[in-house]
């Protein structure tokens, strides 16, 4: 039976351990502009507000609030069934 408990407690631990590293924001990438509202539901790479921890939390499609890095200059013209990307946080 301890062995049991020990392979519990070791799932327990790699499941945590993955979430806390996809929790932050995804690392720097300068050549690349961080464009809001365009990212699914938990694709986002960080800020979505209340209620999220950052990259991957996002609670609804094409949040204004949540970011997704895209190419430098692409950001507005990419379409959204909620309208363009924006390159700061927008209501939606």
């Avoid at 020990?6 to 050549?31: D, E, H, N, R, Y």
């Avoid at 970011?67 to 909620?82: D, E, F, L, M, R």
Wanted: charged share 15%; with cysteine.
């Amino acid at each position: 039976m301890k062995t049991f408990a020990t392979i519990v407690t070791a799932t327990a631990l790699s499941a945590f351990a993955a979430t806390a590293s996809t929790a932050g924001p995804v690392k720097p990438q300068p050549t690349k502009d961080k464009c809001y509202g365009i990212s699914l539901a938990g694709k986002n790479d960080c800020a979505a507000g209340a209620g999220t921890s950052c990259a991957g939390t996002s609670k609804k499609n094409y949040a204004g609030n949540a970011w997704k890095y895209v190419a430098k200059g692409t950001c507005a013209s990419i379409k959204t069934p909620k309208g363009n990307g924006s390159l700061t946080p927008t209501a939606r």
